[in-house]
Each structure stands twice: as structure tokens, then as C-alpha cells.
């Protein structure tokens, strides 16, 4: 993966500390899209760019569709395949060209806002076409606008991010953050065995521990669908198709969790959430976008995962919005 260092492509591997340990790097443009400020929520004003492959930038994509705001804020998806140039935009199959600013490249879109950009050149994207720049590519923050800045503009009226829970879906949020979102990465991309060791003890002690939870209440935060749950989705989702094997964690595979299987069925037979779900783009970029994880670049046939089974979590007091179903 490459680095922007002063609006100049540089090739960089991803950084490490001094123990071999994977340290990703922070995000930069941290704008907030809020009423009465530089950015406030209008409708057709704003573009998404994002990865099906990537789990950060599907947290952002899911709370467009669950919000029903696919006609206030436009979409574009690079290839799955990630490389020597970085993120791109093809006419592949399930790709959206960007037809805002006809970049070629996703690092053409950080320079547009920033002429001497460094930093990773990462999705999501959430760009400001009055302002010609952009306003956040931290996908947890982008989550939250969506799901809360943007509601008057929204077709359903449903929120992700309800009174009463919102200190314990943050704190929830943060707590899956380290061991089960980064936790994954922290596995694949260790550079030592002893930082590999850690990383994979804490995921699945944390992967134990809500395994428990879910044995009786239905989401993280008890009978509330709310924003931790789609944080903890996107891992859940890509986790048996490539982080058992591609980054090698593989103590257990998640269907061998049935609270956490079954959760993750209930998340994605949720209405539109397989139609922003593309398991050919994660695998196409896990196993291709990785050539020191996988020099022969060849992607897997399996495993067959079916995430249509029945499930059993309307055994459990709560539920989905309504307004879901409307």
C-alpha cells in the first residue's frame, strides 16, 4: 500500500513498531458535517467513495442504505484489486467510476483537497462538492452523520444511535475496536511471532467474551440495533472468507460461535444489507492486494458460506426497527 508524502506517491509498507506490531495510522481529515457549521447536511451535495472489500468503508455504506439515503449522497466504488498505484476506479464488475471529479485514482481525490497531502490514501471517502474538498475519511464519524446529521433528509426515520444508549454504544464501539476490527489486521499484518501471538489471544478472548453476551441479549448493547452492532458486522462478515485464513486467525472459525454466527446472520438478512455486501470484491481484494501475505495472488474457491441459513435470534426479547420493513 502506498503513502502521499507532501502530494507525492510513495511506495510504503504499512507501519510497525520496534516489536513487529501492526500500527495503523491515524486518519486525517476529520471535518464534522453538522447544522449551522462550514459543512452542513444538504441533499445532493455530497459523494461517498468506498471499497466492498473494505470493512471500514462498508461501516459507511450500510447506514447510507439502512437510512435510506442513497438519492441524498452519491456512491462510487473502486476495484476490488488494490495495487502498486493504490485504490482506482474501474468499469469491473460492481465497481461505481467516479463520475463527480473522473479521477482514475482515489489519491487524485486526497489531492484535490490537498495539493501536499501525506498520509494514507484510504476509504472512506466522504467529499464536499460545493466546498471541492474533503470533509472525513474516518468511517466511524461518516457512520454517525449519516445516521444522525442527515435524518431530516433520510427515508426512514429510524436511528442507529438512540437516547439512553449513546455513552454505551461508544463505549462499545472503542471496545471492539483494538481486539476484534483491528484485531484482525493486528493478526495478518504482524511482523513477529510474538506480536502475532497477542493479537490473536486477544481477538478471540474478545470473541469469547461477546459469544457470551449474545447467548442473552440480541445486539452488543441488549435489545437495540444500533451502530456498534454494523462496527461489528463488517469484520463478522469477512471473517471465515479471509481473516481465518488470510491473516491467520484460525483458533476457531466464527461459524463455530453459534451466538455470533447466528448474530451475523440476523445483521445480514436485514433489508438491504446484502445488496451492499459483494463477497467476490473481498476476497478479490484480500488474497490479490496482499502479495507478501500471498506472492501467487491466487484467490480460494471456498469456504461456501451460506449467509441466508435460518436463524435464531428472534428467540430473544428486541429487535430490528419496523421502519426496516416499511
Known amino acids: 500500500m502506498g503513502f502521499m508524502l507532501n502530494g507525492e506517491w510513495k511506495s510504503?509498507?504499512?507501519?510497525?513498531?520496534?516489536?513487529?506490531?501492526?500500527?495503523?495510522?491515524?486518519?486525517t481529515f476529520r471535518n464534522r458535517v453538522q447544522n449551522g457549521g462550514q459543512f452542513e447536511p444538504e441533499s445532493d451535495r455530497y459523494h461517498l467513495y468506498i471499497s466492498w472489500a473494505c470493512p471500514w468503508a462498508s461501516r459507511a455504506v450500510i447506514m447510507r442504505e439502512l437510512?435510506?439515503?442513497?438519492?441524498v449522497i452519491g456512491l462510487s466504488v473502486v476495484d476490488p484489486y488494490m495495487g502498486k498505484d493504490g485504490w482506482w476506479f474501474s468499469e469491473n464488475p460492481g465497481c461505481i467510476p467516479d463520475k463527480v471529479n473522473g479521477a482514475q485514482l482515489l489519491r487524485e481525490i486526497y489531492l484535490l483537497a490537498d495539493p501536499e497531502f501525506t498520509g494514507r490514501v484510504t476509504v472512506p471517502v466522504f467529499w464536499d462538492k460545493k466546498e471541492e474538498t474533503i470533509v472525513n475519511n474516518e468511517s466511524k464519524e461518516i457512520m454517525r452523520?449519516?445516521?444522525?446529521?442527515?435524518?431530516?433528509?433520510?427515508e426512514r426515520n429510524i436511528t442507529f444511535y438512540p437516547d439512553g444508549y449513546?455513552?454505551?454504544?461508544?463505549?462499545?464501539?472503542?471496545?471492539?475496536?483494538?481486539?476484534?476490527?483491528?484485531?484482525?489486521?493486528?493478526?495478518?499484518?504482524?511482523e513477529t511471532q510474538?506480536?502475532?501471538?497477542?493479537?490473536?489471544a486477544e481477538l478471540?478472548?474478545?470473541?469469547?467474551?461477546?459469544?457470551?453476551?449474545?447467548?442473552?441479549q440480541r445486539y452488543l448493547c441488549g435489545p437495540v440495533l444500533t451502530e456498534a452492532d454494523w462496527c461489528m458486522f463488517?469484520?463478522?462478515?469477512?471473517?471465515?472468507?479471509?481473516?481465518y485464513l488470510h491473516f491467520k486467525c484460525n483458533l476457531r472459525h466464527l461459524s463455530d460461535y453459534p451466538n455470533l454466527h447466528n448474530y451475523l446472520l440476523?445483521?445480514?438478512?436485514?433489508?438491504g444489507i446484502s445488496s451492499v455486501c459483494n463477497m467476490d470484491h473481498v476476497k478479490q481484494h484480500y488474497y490479490r492486494s496482499h502479495p507478501f501475505l500471498n506472492p501467487k495472488q491466487i484467490v480460494p474457491a471456498g469456504p461456501e458460506l451460506d449467509f441466508e441459513a435460518k436463524h435464531n435470534r428472534d428467540d430473544l426479547p428486541g429487535g430490528p426497527p419496523e421502519a426496516l420493513f416499511e
Open 12 to 27: 510504503k509498507d504499512y507501519t510497525h513498531s520496534e516489536k513487529g506490531e501492526f500500527k495503523r495510522d491515524a486518519t
Open 67 to 71: 437510512k435510506g439515503l442513497q438519492e
Open 145 to 154: 452523520f449519516f445516521d444522525t446529521e442527515f435524518n431530516h433528509l433520510a
Open 166 to 190: 449513546r455513552q454505551q454504544i461508544d463505549e462499545t464501539i472503542e471496545k471492539i475496536y483494538q481486539p476484534i476490527n483491528n484485531g484482525v489486521y493486528r493478526a495478518g499484518f504482524a
Open 194 to 200: 510474538q506480536a502475532y501471538d497477542e493479537a490473536v
Open 204 to 216: 478471540f478472548e474478545e470473541l469469547d467474551y461477546w459469544e457470551s453476551i449474545l447467548a442473552d
Open 234 to 243: 463488517t469484520t463478522l462478515y469477512r471473517f471465515d472468507a479471509v481473516y
Open 266 to 271: 440476523e445483521l445480514y438478512q436485514l433489508p
